[in-house]
């Protein structure tokens, strides 16, 4: 196990129909990821940020090329597998927050541990834990449609953390929230990445969260422009 990369890719391509014709968001891409990383996909709106997440996330699969995610290869999993890698090993903070509307603060933050099977004990630790991080312990009742823009990333965020994942994929996670709190996150971010060795992979164009990375992957165009490590 120790020797494969988190993530890998090998000339990963993905191409979306556009009217007549089509659209290629990601030209080749090669990247490999090792444990413990805290890199960045870093490039402007468009050039294939989310794209990458979400098949690296096996939300999406690729349309040439190859995606590994723990030695999984991503388009060629069965729909049970990928939902158990992304219920096992994976985090995802969406751009979107994709968060259950009519569930409160709580449950949101509760529903990854009710697939795996935590007792109502530890979950209860656990989202209490996941909320303290983020700073909505007293939101605990509130739902999705009562709370503002940066309430619900901070609810995303606990959610993607709460099972501490060995993967967290974090799509834009601060482009609501004021200095303060992204400050707090990305330091408990960067604290689980130290201490539990979580990889951490971001899209994201705001410079408090640039600043944090270890790894920078710019991309343009669907293509890596440049990777630089700290
Ligand atoms: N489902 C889709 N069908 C057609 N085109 C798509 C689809 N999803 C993305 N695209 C196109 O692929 C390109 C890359 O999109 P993507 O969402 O990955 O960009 P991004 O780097 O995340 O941008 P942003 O910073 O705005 O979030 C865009 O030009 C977009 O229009
Ligand atoms: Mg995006």
Request: proline residues 4%; contains cysteine.
């Amino acid at each position: 196990m120790e020797n494969i990369p988190v993530i890998k890719t090998e000339r990963l391509t993905k191409i979306f129909p556009m009217g007549k014709g089509e659209f290629s968001a990601l030209k080749g891409i090669d990247l490999k990821l090792g444990t413990g990383e805290f890199a960045g996909l870093i490039g402007p709106s468009g050039s294939g940020k989310t794209t990458l997440l979400n098949i690296l996330g096996s939300l999406d699969s690729p349309s040439d090329g190859k995606a590994l995610v723990l030695g999984q290869s991503i388009g060629k999993l069965t729909a049970k597998e990928a939902a158990k890698l992304r219920k096992e090993k994976i985090g995802f903070i969406f751009q979107s927050y994709n968060l259950l509307q009519v569930h409160t603060v709580y449950e949101n933050v509760e529903f990854p541990l009710l697939l795996l099977n935590y007792s109502a004990n530890e979950r209860k630790k656990l989202v209490m834990g996941a909320l303290e991080w983020v700073g909505l312990t007293d939101k605990i009742k509130q739902k999705p449609p009562q709370l503002s823009g940066g309430e619900c990333q901070r609810v995303a965020i606990a959610r993607a953390m709460v099972k501490t994942p060995s993967i967290v994929l974090a799509d834009e996670p601060t482009a609501n929230l004021d200095a303060v709190n992204s400050h707090n996150i990305l330091q408990t971010m960067a604290r689980m990445n130290e201490e539990l060795k979580t990889t951490f992979l971001f899209a994201t164009h705001d410079d408090k969260v640039i600043g944090y990375l270890k790894r920078k992957i710019y991309l343009k165009d669907g293509m890596i422009d440049k990777d630089v490590t700290n």
